[in-house]
């Protein structure tokens, strides 16, 4: 029997530590420039974390949430406040279904209980949801393994992934979800390397180069707008990217510009995979058209933050206030252009998602 490889620890650091009493987060609105921990101790601070994007990625939104119940507890925890700190974290961010997925997990377990028991109960139950996420990552990014395995074994040359967003472990508990098979090949000597595009306008693709760089595995940058280009030159063996939701039927939401990758593959007979655990499907969503998407502050498109020659942080303007932006944070990639999803059950083409790990199964 083989054993499924360990990523090196080393190259791993914490999204998220704790201490009974309050959270610690690493502050991603900082990376890649600067590396900023944040003490988390109330709810409304979990919350501002969610919203602002200090912490982002649909599984670690889910974990913070989670935690920032937790927090809420300990300053009041019968039915009221129960749930006035359920609707606060509830209303930071409306793609992601792990938010919902994670604050109606924690309901279930804590409204049966007296509320003197639910403050602990919050911190336990909280630990159990940031421990499992790192397991179903890990246990995802062995089936995306084999499929990099394969094409390793055939081209006998690096495997070249193209990724969007950040999908990595900043965006989790752990592993990451669509970086966890590349991790996962990594550890296991195969070698691997990532077409990251920008994603603009947070640019998480600089937070996916910054994840691989310090794992010393090869990434380059590219434009947004060069997936079609690189993908029709061959630059890819196959595109893996996370999720923020997936509805019964495989229609996949993730970060905004996924789509037109997912286009562009099919075109092009590359494989198309969404990386994601079961607790980014969404059951009771049919299909895509029932996923909100999420429209941020149309400022994060007038203005770039960068460090200057000073190496301090500044943020410019790159379009005048007046200029009229929208600013969806997501599409929805249809069923019918992803190959194939990777969750902790295994490999399901979109429609036999059901099949392979149905909706009980994700409670
Ligand atoms: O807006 P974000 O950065 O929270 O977006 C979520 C994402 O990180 C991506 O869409 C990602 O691919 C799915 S989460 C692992």
């Given amino acids: 029997m083989t054993r499924t490889p360990q990523p090196d620890p080393a190259h791993a650091l914490h999204t998220l530590r704790e201490d009974g009493h309050a959270v610690i987060i690493l502050d991603q609105t900082a990376l890649p420039h600067r590396f900023v921990e944040c003490r988390v101790e109330t709810v409304e601070a979990a919350a501002h974390a969610i919203r602002s994007m200090q912490v982002r990625g649909a599984p670690l939104i889910g974990i913070t949430a989670a935690y920032g119940l937790a927090l809420a507890l300990g300053r009041g925890a019968d039915d009221a406040a129960l749930e006035a700190a359920i609707a606060l974290l509830g209303a930071t961010r409306p793609t992601a279904v792990n938010l919902h997925w994670a604050l109606e997990r924690m309901r279930r377990h804590l409204a049966p209980l007296a509320p003197e028991v639910r403050r602990d109960a919050a911190w336990r139950e909280a630990r159990a949801i940031l ?7 890990h246990a995802l990014g062995s089936h995306g393994l084999a499929l990099i395995q394969e094409l390793a074994g055939r081209l006998e040359r690096p495997v070249r992934v193209m ?9 989790t508990a752990a592993y990451g979800t669509a970086l966890a098979p590349v991790y996962l090949a990594h550890a296991a000597g195969i070698a691997v390397e990532v077409l990251a595009s920008e994603t603009r306008p947070r640019n998480q ?5 910054w994840e691989l760089e310090r794992a010393r595995i090869a990434v380059t940058l590219v434009a947004d707008n060069a997936a079609a280009l690189l993908l029709q030159q061959g630059a890819a063996d196959l595109v893996i990217v996370g999720a923020d939701r997936i509805a019964a039927n495989g229609d996949t939401a993730n970060k905004i510009g996924t789509c037109l990758k997912a286009l562009a593959a099919k075109d092009c007979g590359v494989p198309f995979y969404v990386a994601a655990p079961r607790s980014t499907i969404d059951w009771d969503c049919p299909d895509g058209a029932g996923i909100p998407i999420e429209r941020r502050d149309a400022a994060e498109l007038r203005r770039v933050t960068g460090l200057d020659a000073h190496d301090r942080l500044q943020t410019v303007d790159i379009a005048p206030e007046s200029l009229r932006a929208d600013n969806p944070a997501f599409d ?3 069923a019918r252009l ?10 399901a083409a979109p429609g036999d998602l059901g099949a392979l790990c149905g909706r009980e199964a994700a409670r």
Avoid: F
């Fill in 131 to 137: 421990t499992e996420d790192a397991a179903a990552n």
């Fill in 163 to 171: 990724t969007h967003c950040n999908a990595g472990w900043l965006a």
């Fill in 205 to 209: 693709g600089l937070l996916t180069a």
């Fill in 332 to 334: 929805v990639t249809p």
């Fill in 338 to 347: 992803i190959t194939g999803i990777l969750c902790e059950c295994g490999i």
